[in-house]
């Protein structure tokens, strides 16, 4: 079963900043938090992670609450192209395994 | 550099019949991972190779399997298809076994 815990539907003003929120409660020490976007019908798409510091990219921001249960993927300005489902996973790495275990994700949708 | 390939991208089988979905992980990518998406179960794992070794497999019949070959290159076989294995089935690769894992675009797969 999937380890976190997303809303199943978002909105977001084009031009604004979509911050998505994710729940991962029982994460362990060694548990990194993902993120992945899919688009309508393409293949999921990597868009950052962290363990336990902020992290940023040229895509987004990641945001990880100080007792690393809950996390926030922001994108500072969000367009139409952004609309997507979004995947917070929690996955152990460097253990030599490459499950990801999927939720139901985060539908964001854009609007003009 | 290019992302992971995946052939053929849509295809149109007969129940009964098998079918063989091929996958060329990014360049210099050892792993590879293979997962089926399908809108009553989402996101799931298949299995995943290392090194031409199946490292882990997910809760799908024997009518399921795959091979990675010796470039890294990877195929995966369904038999005796069933309308219900009409999915999206995506191949994931990463530079090692752990890291980050990146998608291809997926074989759209349908049973009639």
């Known amino acids: 079963d999937a380890k976190t815990t997303q809303p199943p539907s978002m909105d977001c003003a084009e031009g604004r900043a979509a911050n998505l929120p994710c729940n991962h409660s029982t994460i362990s020490g060694n548990e990194y938090v993902y993120w992945y976007r899919q688009i309508h019908s393409q293949g999921p798409q990597y868009i950052i992670h962290?363990?336990?510091n902020n992290e940023t990219n040229e895509m987004a921001s990641l945001i990880i609450t100080e007792d690393r249960k809950s996390s926030t993927l922001i994108l500072p300005h969000a367009t139409l192209r952004d609309t997507a489902v979004y995947y917070c996973i929690v996955r152990v790495r460097d253990t030599g395994f490459q499950k990801l275990v999927f939720g139901t994700g985060t539908r964001l949708l854009v609007s003009p | 550099k290019a992302g992971v390939t995946q052939t053929p991208r849509y295809l149109i089988k007969t129940r009964g019949q098998q079918v063989t979905l091929s996958c060329s992980p990014i360049?210099?990518?050892?792993?590879v991972s293979w997962y089926q998406q399908t809108p009553g179960q989402g996101l799931q794992f298949l299995f995943e190779?290392?090194?031409?070794?199946?490292?882990n497999k997910g809760n799908f019949p024997g009518r399921f399997s795959g091979r990675q070959f010796s470039n890294s290159r990877s195929e995966m076989n369904v038999s005796t298809l069933e309308l219900g294995d009409s999915a999206l089935y995506l191949c994931?690769?990463?530079?090692?076994?752990?890291?980050?894992?990146?998608f291809g675009e997926g074989s759209w797969l349908t049973v009639v």
């Open positions: 190779y290392f090194s031409e070794t199946q490292r």
């Open positions: 994931a690769s990463s530079l090692e076994a752990g890291n980050t894992i990146y």
């Open positions: 962290g363990l336990k």
């Open positions: 360049s210099g990518h050892r792993s």
